[in-house]
Structure formats: C-alpha cells, structure tokens
C-alpha cells in the first residue's frame, strides 16, 4: 500500500526534528560551545537538499523498489553492497531511538523504571507498527504532527523570556575548525532523510501539491532552531549537563512551574513521537534486510529487528549512554555514505545507464 506527498512530508519533517531534541544539543555545546547552532542549521539545510535529491530519485524509479533500482543503476554486486550499509545506519538509529527513549522516559517519568517493563510493551508496540506497513505509521505522524509543532513552541515561548542572548557572543570566538569537527563528531544524528530509501515505489505523487515538502522543511528547522536557540540561550555553559532539550527546557526554565500541565503533556507526547519514529526505522532496517539477503517474506526480518532491540536494550543497561557507539568516526562515516554519497553514486549510475540504452537503441535503428 503507498502513502501519498503529504504524508512523505510529514514523515520527513518528523524525522528531521526526532534526535534533535534529546540529547545532541548538550552533547554538540561540548566541541562548538555558542556557535552549536550554526552546525545544526548548516548540516539540516544539506539534509534538506538531498530530500529534493532523493525525491527526484524517487520519481524516477517508477514502481522499482530500492533495491530493483539501485540494480538498474548499480548492478547487483554494488546494489547488495549499499543494502548492507544500509543496514548498518538503520540498526544505529534503531539502537539510538530505543535506548534514547528509554533513559528519557525514566529520567522523566519513573525513576525505578525496570528495563525488561519498558522495553518489552515497546517491542510489542514496534512489531505491530511494521507489521501493519508504512501507511499505518504514516497515518500515526498525520495525528500527532500538529499537537508536536505546537507543542514544541508553547514550551520554547513560555521560557525565551529566560533567555540570554550575550550567550551566543562573541561570535566564532575559536575559529571555525571546532565547528567542521563538530559537524562531523554530530553528523549520525542527522541524516534525516535516509529513511526515504526504503520508501522507493510506495509514494503516490499523482495529488501531490508543489510547494508541500518545502514548507514541513522550512518547519522542521524553524522549530528545531527557536529549540536549540532557547536551550543555548538558557543554559550556556551548563548545557553538557542537560540530557534532553525538551524536558529540560520546561522544568528548569524560569517561564515554567513543576505542576504546569500542558508542558508534561507536551513532554508525554514526544514520547508517543519517539515510539513512531522507532517503528518507522524498525520497518526500514526489516526492509533493508529482505533486500540485502533476498529473503522473501517479512517475518525472520521483523523477528530480527526485536530481537535486535531487544538485545541492544539489555546491552545497553550496563552502558551510560549511548554515545559511545553513536558519537563515533565509524557511524558518522556510515551517514556520510548513505546520506551524501549514495545519493550522487546512483545518479550517475542512472544518468550512465541511460545514455548506454540510447546508444544501444541507436545502434538497432
């Protein structure tokens, strides 16, 4: 079953803002200090262009899945090759979502949160979610889109009167290598329209409207920056010892109270959020897999999948946090391939396909 534009948009704008609210914004203060949201902005503005990019890919491929198309564009070997990384980049963002969502909830929620009670209604959750398709996830992000935006920008406006703009000064005070180290230390926690690749032959563009996808981008960042702007401008140099931007923002922002109501609500519903954006990857990674080894039904790649975060779940309980894998040289350059690269190979593929067709076509006449 397909979605249709505006779903797609929706999908990509709640993926753009996902990881972005946890905890890259602390994290990011440690390597570019005041300019972290220079970074942010300049790397969800290259994500940006390659949505356009995957999308005219997109068209392109008619009613090619991901894998068909990549061995038009690639040939078989390579087209394995890219699954398998693929692969790789789902599992991360898979692992990431999941043990992310688990420390959010119980720093947040319930302190005595056992591992085993959270993470098995999650699996659960997570296999119905993919077993039923990306229209039911779709339809999902369509209902809680809306209360998220507007949600994210009550609590950003009820704290900015907090704010501090002397924090964001001087401007480049070292120089802007911190900020290209940074960008590249950060870059897994972007990447956002990787998930489109999987979605290759299931997007309906026939009612699609022009301008759609543009404007949920330019939300997606607006949103993302009047956050981080608000949680820099708060907190300065303690914002390494915040560990979720949202969260924080509302309970040690001078605009908010301990019993503010709608604030929590907003907080609960990012939960809800983050428990899509899980199922949504989990379904690309199942995917992925089916492609990479051939496998013709859906059931071992979804057991897999579960089992994949049921285990990471496990591992991850005698871990800190998860930056240890995600903050690494090797996930960084995982997303550089799979966000920037493949991208540009498979264009080239394609254009070098179809100028050998002509030739060949010409050679007949």
């Known amino acids: 079953m397909k979605i249709n534009y505006r779903q797609l948009s929706i999908l990509v704008f709640m993926s753009f803002i996902a990881l972005k609210f946890l905890a890259l914004p602390g994290l990011m203060y440690v390597d570019s200090a005041n300019m ?46 890219f699954m398998a990384v693929l692969v790789v980049k789902y599992a991360l963002v898979v692992a990431n979502i999941s043990k992310g969502l688990e420390f959010f909830v119980v720093e947040n929620f319930y302190n005595d949160l056992k591992w085993l009670v959270f993470v098995l209604p999650l699996i659960l959750l997570t296999n119905f979610m993919v077993y039923k398709g990306i229209r039911n996830i779709a339809r999902v992000n369509e209902i809680i889109v809306w209360p998220v935006l507007f949600g994210c920008i ?23 290598a911190p900020l290209f180290s940074s960008g590249f230390n950060h870059l897994s926690w972007f990447g ?57 923002i509302s309970q040690f922002s001078s605009g908010h109270s301990s019993i503010d109501e709608l604030s ?86 394609y254009a070098v396909n179809n100028v050998k067709r002509k030739k060949g076509a010409k050679c007949k006449s």
């Open 264 to 349: 929590w609500l907003v907080v609960s519903l990012w939960v809800t959020a983050q428990a899509v954006q899980l199922a949504l990857f989990s379904f690309c990674m199942m995917q992925a897999i089916k492609y990479t080894f051939n496998i013709k039904n859906d059931v071992f790649p979804i057991l897999f999948v579960l089992i994949y975060i049921f285990t990471w779940s496990f591992i991850g309980e005698n871990t800190v946090r998860l930056e240890v894998v995600f903050l690494s040289a090797f996930s960084s350059i995982i997303t550089i391939l799979v966000q920037y690269i493949l991208p540009i190979i498979i264009y080239i593929g």
């Open 36 to 81: 972290s949201w220079l970074v942010t902005l300049v790397l969800m503005i290259v994500d940006g262009i390659y949505v356009f990019l995957i999308l005219d890919l997109m068209k392109k491929c008619g009613q090619k899945n991901i894998f068909e198309f990549l061995c038009y564009c690639l040939g078989p070997v390579l087209a394995r090759a």
């Open 192 to 248: 956002s329209s990787g998930f489109m690749f999987m979605l290759f032959g299931k997007v309906d563009f026939s009612n699609g409207k022009k301008y759609t996808m543009l404007k949920y981008i330019f939300l997606a960042i607006a949103l993302t920056m009047l956050m981080h702007v608000v949680f820099y401008g708060l907190f300065d140099v303690t914002s390494p010892t915040h560990s979720f931007c949202l969260s924080d």
């Open 154 to 176: 009550y609590i950003a406006l009820k704290s900015i009167s907090g704010v501090d703009l002397f924090n964001f000064l001087p401007f480049f005070k070292d120089g802007v």
